[in-house]
């Protein structure tokens, strides 16, 4: 029933919600409605962020942050024999999964 009687305007929508326990109401953008409704808590409400900015992956996913750990001229020189070999790498985050992706499974 509720598969078929639910739409996307039933899950996600524009509710007050504290940001912080004791602050202030703000209308911001959530999903989940329908459970957070059934289930009232104090942590049944937060702002709708992409599952990225709880998971970290944000910060991880930029090359500065994979500056400390491969540089430009180890990237470079990797990335243009993975490349030979038939694989593109576009970034410093991709050349790091790959060697792992290798270390695991082997080479080609």
């Known amino acids: 029933?509720?598969?078929?009687?639910?739409e996307r305007e039933d899950c996600i929508g524009t509710r007050p919600?504290?940001?912080?326990?004791g602050a202030?109401?703000?209308d911001l953008e959530t999903g989940k409605i329908v459970l957070r409704e059934a289930y009232q808590t104090?942590?049944?409400w937060?702002?709708?962020d992409p599952i990225e900015v709880g998971s970290g992956v944000t910060v991880i996913g930029h090359?500065?942050?994979w500056s400390d750990r491969v540089s430009d001229e180890e990237f470079a020189r990797e990335s243009e024999a993975l490349r030979e070999r038939g694989y593109v790498i576009d970034r410093k985050e991709q050349l790091v999964n790959f060697r792992v992706w290798e270390s695991v499974f082997g080479k080609d």
């Open 17 to 21: 919600i504290r940001l912080s326990y």
């Open 1 to 6: 029933w509720a598969i078929r009687h639910t």
């Open 63 to 65: 090359d500065p942050y």
């Open 46 to 48: 937060r702002r709708k």
């Open 42 to 44: 104090v942590s049944s």
């Open 24 to 26: 202030e109401f703000n």
